[in-house]
């Protein structure tokens, strides 16, 4: 039976409801709804100036290379995803936010830097490629507001790049193309991944590793289930232990390569608040079979 947005939704209120541990993994297409641009969507950043793309993979280069030019030019260049301090959660992030207050979700792991959604209100949250809002120390790995320190300042006073009490080079927190993922996120998220018996996963290409990984691990999972045959005989069958659900705007490399065991197609601030609707509208009715 082919299942269509709305049942398919109907779905993954159910299978959050069942689950023990679910999860969610966000990208920049949950964030496009509040203005912010994605990378690789038909808008894209990347898809229209591939010459962007480049610029971005040299940024962490610069940063080793000449701490002080890459803060420079970091305080006079516009932001590649606009002005963030403006942008406000969508339905989307909120209703992310809600199913963690219903008990529901246990953890958000984002790969966003916009900070929308500790905006929303979630709060289990692993900002995996680090948050615009934040300052890191490359060398302690302590972070801190950037708003606490005062970086135009330092730029007049020619004490740039702004330095940790413990002497490190601070960089901003945004993980750059070509940086190692801060110890702390990639080891919690790869925890996540493994426990999790729900994997709900929005607005992503998940084309950007080793975030991409984080599904592929959770599919590795397998448990043995006894599993009754048609003469009537119990055999024990290893079986997926975690159900993954995409909610994206197009098919995805997890949709194709089968690791997500079905695709909402739509729009990410759409689809939430409308599993949130069922799940309030308890109780839910019977499972609904298929997917394809
Ligand atoms: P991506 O641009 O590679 O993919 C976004 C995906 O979301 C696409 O498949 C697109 O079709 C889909 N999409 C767009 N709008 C949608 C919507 N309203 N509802 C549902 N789906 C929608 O993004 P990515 O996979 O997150 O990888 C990009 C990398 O760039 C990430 O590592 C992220 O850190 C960074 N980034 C962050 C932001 C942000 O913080 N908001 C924005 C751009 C890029």
Redesign the pocket.
């Known amino acids: 039976m082919r299942l269509d947005t709305r049942d398919l939704t109907k779905k993954a209120a159910q299978d959050l409801e069942k689950a023990k541990h679910a999860i969610a993994l ?8 509040s203005g ?7 808008s ?3 898809t229209k100036d591939p010459e962007a793309e480049k610029r971005a993979y040299q940024r962490y280069e610069r940063f080793l290379e000449d701490p002080k030019g890459y803060w420079e030019e970091r305080l006079s260049a516009p932001a590649l ?1 606009g002005d ?1 301090d403006k942008a406000k959660p969508n339905p ?1 992030h909120c209703a992310l936010a809600e199913l963690e207050n219903m008990g529901i979700l246990k953890c958000l792991i984002t ?4 900070g ?1 959604h500790e905006k929303a209100g979630s709060r289990n949250l692993i900002e ?2 680090g948050s ?1 809002l934040k300052l890191r120390c490359t060398k302690c790995g302590s972070r801190s507001p950037i708003k606490e320190m005062d970086l135009e300042k330092l730029k007049e006073e020619e004490k740039l790049p702004p330095l940790c009490k413990c002497g490190g080079v601070i960089k901003s927190d945004v ?1 750059h193309f070509g940086e190692p993922i801060p110890v702390d996120g990639a080891r919690n998220s790869q925890e996540q991944a493994w426990k999790c018996d729900l994997m709900l996963i ?7 590793y080793p ?1 991409a990984q984080l599904p592929r691990l959770a599919k590795k999972h397998l448990i043995e289930k006894e599993i009754k045959t048609e003469s009537g005989l119990y055999v024990v069958k290893q079986v997926p232990f975690t159900t993954i659900i995409e ?4 098919p ?1 490399p997890l949709t194709e390569a089968g690791i997500s065991d079905y695709l909402i197609q ?4 759409e689809i939430l608040p409308q599993i949130v609707d069922e799940l309030v509208k308890s109780p839910i009715s019977p499972p609904l079979a298929g997917g394809d």
């Open positions: 966000t990208g920049a297409g949950i964030s496009t709804e912010i641009p994605d990378f690789r969507g038909p894209g950043i990347w995803l963030l989307g790969q966003n830097i916009d929308l995996y490629h615009y993980v929005c607005g992503t290409s998940a084309a950007v975030f909610v994206n705007a197009e995805t739509g729009k990410t601030g």
